[in-house]
């Protein structure tokens, strides 16, 4: 599955932005689709998930109330819309995607070593 990450930019304190991520592959309604993000310095942290029915979704703590996950199996096209951003949401935003039966609690969904596929990012730079 090759993963193609877009949508970021630079947006100011307040602002939103929506990345995308499109999949190459036609099973994609099989893959749970996840956003990590990774500022400078720092470790790779959890976003977003969403399972493969689209009803069932997971947040950091951090981005809860502000992002929301979604998808569109028809277009193999998972999306983060994100508002309210803040400086500390400055990173890379990868998407990955990883087979739904590895996945058989909700909390694996934030474990990065459970998503097989990586798409390659998109810098997200949020100004005060």
């Known amino acids: 599955v090759q993963l193609q990450a877009s949508g970021g930019g630079l947006v100011q304190a307040g602002g939103s932005l929506r990345l995308s991520c499109a999949a190459s592959e036609r099973t994609f309604s099989n893959y749970v689709m996840g956003w990590f993000r990774q500022a400078p310095g720092k470790e790779r942290e959890f976003v977003a998930a969403?399972?493969?029915?689209?009803?069932?979704?997971n947040y950091a703590d951090s981005v809860k109330g502000r992002f929301t996950i979604s998808r569109d199996n028809a277009k193999n096209t998972a999306y983060l819309q994100m508002n309210s951003l803040k400086p500390e949401d400055t990173a890379v935003y990868y998407c990955?995607?990883?087979?739904?039966?590895?996945?058989?609690?909700?909390?694996?969904?934030?474990?990065?070593?459970?998503?097989?596929?990586w798409g390659q990012g998109t810098l997200v730079t949020v100004s005060s």
């Open positions: 969403i399972f493969t029915n689209g009803d069932t979704t």
């Open positions: 990955a995607a990883g087979q739904s039966h590895f996945f058989t609690l909700i909390v694996m969904s934030t474990w990065y070593r459970k998503y097989t596929f």
